[in-house]
């Protein structure tokens, strides 16, 4: 069973316009889907819908739209009760693709909140195979509460693996304390890991749109040499980098991009660990990832991405050497 925690739920709507947006004009809207959003519940829902055992940890209100819309999903889920609100994340795409966001601040949660929602991920991974931790954190949380969480769950459950998708100063917090707490898988963006090492932004980048991959890998392995098994790293959206042991995997779709409800980091983050789950090769999970990433939305649950929409043929995986 894979364990997704979300400490900062949101109410994800994605809005298709008709046009280019006009800003201070008025935009029609031609469709428009709303999930259950934060890092954890879009994986969450992904997986389910792949039919893979997994169940989603929030704080959420007791009456409100978020429950609900996890309730009628059929999503396996725990959450601990608070006053909310659920914040809104509004998304308005164009007929290019260009996406503009709109998003309230994080629902806020105090001291006592956070430590019920740690507790909570702890009874429930007895179970569980994979724990993921990811997305934004309240702003009470401290920066190293995934650090705490590690360790609680390194404490109590020594066969469960962790995994960790976030950014900014929760990463920052994850990769100073890696010595002490070590989650097995962590995802970065291209831009997370130039931070992490010390680079000027845009460097990697400039790297590897020149055909220079070889930077982009060892700044990767100056990440896990530091103490964690897996390491995926997203380039762009059909491009990405899977580092395990002493070896490196890069892989790129060589289709069209699909629609999707989600965010396509949400939809790698599920393509990956459903492969890992079914025992899969790296090789394989990181082609599962990009696939999921770039699959067309099912039209049936808000777009969210499932297995007969993913097409793993039109990714391309080599070992680098």
Not at 56 to 66: D, K
Not at 157 to 174: F, K, M
Not at 248 to 261: H, N
């Amino acid at each position: 069973m894979i364990l997704t925690v979300t400490a900062s739920p949101y109410l994800l709507s994605t809005n298709d316009l008709e046009s280019t947006i006009d800003i201070g004009g008025a935009n029609a809207m031609k469709q428009a889907s709303t999930v259950a959003g934060g890092f954890g519940a879009g994986v969450a829902n992904t997986l389910f819908l792949g039919g893979l055992e997994t169940r989603s940890i929030f704080p959420s209100p007791e009456i409100s739209h978020y429950l609900r819309l996890v309730k009628v999903s059929g999503l396996p889920h725990e959450f601990i009760q608070v006053a909310g609100p659920i914040p809104m994340h509004l998304t308005m795409r164009d007929p290019a693709g260009n996406e503009t966001e709109f998003k309230d601040s994080p629902m806020p949660l105090d001291a006592s909140q956070l430590a019920m929602l740690r507790d909570l991920v702890v009874r429930q991974a007895e179970e569980a195979t994979w724990v993921l931790l990811g997305g934004q954190l309240p702003a009470i949380a401290p920066a190293a509460w995934f650090v705490d969480v590690v360790r609680s769950l390194t404490l109590y459950h020594s066969n469960v693996r962790v995994a960790i998708a976030t950014t900014g100063a929760p990463l920052r917090a994850v990769i100073r304390q890696l010595a002490a707490s070590q989650p097995d898988l962590l995802f970065l963006t291209g831009e997370d890991l130039e931070a992490s090492c010390g680079m000027e932004p845009g460097v990697l980048r400039a790297a590897w749109r020149a055909g220079d991959s070889s930077m982009v890998v060892e700044a990767a392995r100056t990440v896990i040499a530091k103490g964690i098994s897996e390491l995926l790293v997203t380039i762009t959206r059909d491009e990405a980098l899977l580092i395990t042991g002493d070896h490196a995997y890069l892989s790129k779709f060589t289709g069209e991009p699909g629609k999707q409800g989600i965010s396509w980091r949400e939809s790698f983050v599920a393509g990956f660990l459903s492969a890992a789950e079914q025992g899969r090769s790296p090789e394989e999970q990181l082609t599962y990832a990009v696939a999921y990433a770039n699959a067309p939305g099912s039209e049936w649950d808000n777009f969210v991405p499932t297995p007969d929409q993913v097409n793993t043929e039109l990714v391309h995986t080599v070992e680098y050497r």
